[in-house]
C-alpha cells in the first residue's frame, strides 16, 4: 500500500489506561490529539501517515514526467489536476501527522535522507502514455482500496484526511481507465503499448499491498487499534476481483497463466508477485530509486533560498508591524 | 512551543528537541456556501497570512468547495483540554428543561 511493512511500536504503559483507551476504539470513538494515546500508538501513526504523505509526493515524480508530453492539451490539463491532487494529498497527511507532535520539515528530512520509506510503485518508471493509464488505473485503484476503510481509522485527523483524499480519488481512477480506454480501442501499436503496459504495472500495482501479514503480530496490533482494517491479503483479493473484469473490457490480458475464477471461493485464484523483487526494491535497488531521491533532494534544495526568503520577508513585516502599534 | 491550552498536544519528544525555524502552521476555514458559517477544513504551512489564505485557496477549494476563506495561525487557537469535558459539560446534561420537549402542550393547542 501506500504505507508498506508498517511496524508497530511495543507499548509499555499503565494497563488500566491501556484498556481504557482500547474501550474507546472498540466503541467507535474517534482518538482526538489531545487525547490520552499509548507511545506505542502515537508512533506508529507517524510512521504509517508520514510514509502515506511520502508516497503521495514521490508519487507526482512518475506521472509529473509525462505533463509535458501528453498527447493533447485537455489531457495535459487532466494530468495536471491530478498532479496537483496528489501535492494536496500530501499536504492532509503531513497535517494529520503533525497534530502527533513531529513536524513537515522533520518528516522532510527523514525522507530525504532515506529514514522514512514511501510506497515500492513509484521506483518503477513510466516509459510510455500509456503508463498514465496504467498508473490511474491500477496504483490509484490499488490505493483506493486501501484508502477508503481507512475513512473509519480510529484516529480523527487521519480519517479526516482520507475522507478528503476518497473524495478526489475516484477522479484519479477513472481518468486513467479514460486513457487505457482510448489505447485500447486505437491502432494496433496503441492497444500494444496499453498491453505493456499492464505487464509491468501488474504485479508491481500487487506488490503494493505488502506480503501477506496474516500471521503478523503488528498488523494484529495496528488491527486493534483499527489503524489497519483489513489484512494485506483481503486487500489484494478484492483489487484482483475488481480488476480482472475491467481488463477484460479493456480486451487486454492480466500477466498471470494461473489466472482463473474461482467458483468455490468465489474469488480469483492468481499469482503472487515475485516478493523477493519487492525487498528489493524497498532496500533501494529497484529501476528508480536513486533517480526519486535525487528528484526530491534538489527539489529541497532548490528551493531553500524561497523558503528562506518568504520567512524573513514574513517576519521582517511583522515586526515592522510590531514597531508602528 | 505550544501551550496547554493549545489546539495540539505537545509530546514529551517535542520538549527535547531544539526549536526549528520553519513556516508556522496555519488553521483554514471554509464557508461553503452564501449563508452558511465558515467550517474548519484543515491546515498548511505559510510564511504569512497572504500566502496562507493563497495557499488555501489551492488546496482547500480546487473544486468550487467555497466562497470565504479564513485562516489562523494555529498557535492563535485557545483549546479546551480533554480532561475538562465533565466540568465543561456535565452542568448542562440536568437541565432538561432546555429542551422544547421538556413541556407538554395539549394538541388542541396546535402547533408550537
Ligand atoms: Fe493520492
Ligand atoms: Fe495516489
Ligand atoms: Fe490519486
Avoid at chain 1, 74 to 90: F, M, N, S, W, Y
Avoid at chain 1, 124 to 147: E, K, R, S
Avoid at chain 1, 175 to 188: E, I, L, N, P, W
Amino acid at each position: 500500500m501506500y504505507a508498506q511493512m508498517i511496524k508497530s511500536e511495543a507499548t509499555q504503559e499503565d494497563p488500566e489506561k491501556l484498556a481504557a483507551f482500547q474501550a474507546r476504539i472498540d466503541a467507535g470513538e474517534k482518538i482526538e490529539p489531545k487525547d490520552w494515546m499509548p507511545q506505542g500508538y502515537r508512533k506508529t501513526l507517524i510512521r504509517q501517515i508520514g510514509q502515506h504523505a511520502h508516497s503521495e509526493i514521490v508519487g507526482q515524480l512518475p506521472e509529473g514526467n509525462w505533463i509535458t508530453r501528453a498527447p493533447t492539451l485537455e489531457r495535459k490539463a487532466i494530468l495536471l489536476a491530478k498532479v496537483q491532487d496528489e501535492a494536496g494529498h500530501g499536504l492532509y497527511l503531513y497535517c494529520a501527522a503533525e497534530t502527533l507532535g513531529v513536524t513537515r520539515d522533520e518528516l522532510t528530512e527523514m525522507l530525504l535522507d532515506g529514514r522514512m520509506k514511501y510506497s515500492s510503485i513509484f521506483n518503477y518508471p513510466t516509459l510510455t502514455w500509456a503508463d498514465m493509464g496504467a498508473v490511474g488505473w491500477l496504483v490509484d485503484g490499488a490505493a483506493i482500496m486501501n484508502q477508503v476503510p481507512l475513512q473509519r481509522t480510529s484516529f480523527g485527523p487521519y480519517s479526516r484526511a482520507m475522507i478528503r483524499i476518497c473524495k478526489e480519488e475516484s477522479f484519479h481512477q477513472r481518468q486513467g481507465y479514460d486513457v487505457m480506454m482510448k489505447m485500447a480501442q486505437g491502432t494496433s501499436a496503441q492497444k500494444k503499448m496499453a498491453q505493456d503496459a499492464l505487464n509491468r504495472f501488474w504485479y508491481p500495482s500487487l506488490m503494493m499491498f505488502g506480503p501477506s501479514d496474516k500471521e503478523s503480530v503488528h498488523s494484529e496490533q495496528s488491527m486493534a487499534w483499527k489503524i489497519k482494517m483489513n489484512t494485506n491479503d483481503e486487500l489484494r483479493q478484492k483489487f484482483v476481483d475488481q480488476t480482472v473484469p475491467q481488463a477484460e473490457y479493456l480486451g487486454l490480458t492480466v500477466p498471470d497463466e494461473n489466472l482463473k475464477w474461482n467458483e468455490d471461493t468465489g474469488h480469483y485464484d492468481f499469482s503472487q508477485p515475485d516478493w523477493s523483487e519487492f525487498f528489493d526494491v524497498l532496500k533501494g535497488n529497484g529501476p528508480c530509486n536513486q533517480e526519486r531521491l535525487a528528484a526530491r533532494n534538489s527539489a529541497w534544495d532548490d528551493g531553500k533560498w524561497v523558503r528562506d526568503g518568504l520567512l524573513a520577508h514574513a517576519e521582517k513585516k511583522a515586526a515592522r508591524k510590531v514597531a508602528a502599534e | 512551543m505550544s501551550s496547554p491550552n493549545a489546539a495540539y498536544p505537545d509530546t514529551p519528544d517535542q520538549a527535547m528537541k531544539p526549536k526549528r525555524h520553519e513556516w508556522p502552521l496555519w488553521e483554514v476555514f471554509i464557508r461553503g456556501q452564501h449563508g452558511m458559517s465558515h467550517r474548519h477544513v484543515g491546515s498548511l504551512h505559510a510564511p504569512d497570512q497572504e500566502m496562507a489564505i493563497k495557499n488555501a485557496r489551492d488546496v482547500y477549494t480546487r473544486r468550487n468547495e467555497g466562497v470565504s476563506i479564513w485562516v489562523v495561525e494555529a498557535r492563535h487557537i485557545a483549546a479546551s483540554s480533554p480532561s475538562d469535558k465533565g466540568p465543561l459539560y456535565e452542568p448542562s446534561e440536568s437541565k432538561v428543561y432546555r429542551h422544547p420537549t421538556f413541556f407538554d402542550i395539549p394538541e388542541e393547542v396546535g402547533a408550537m
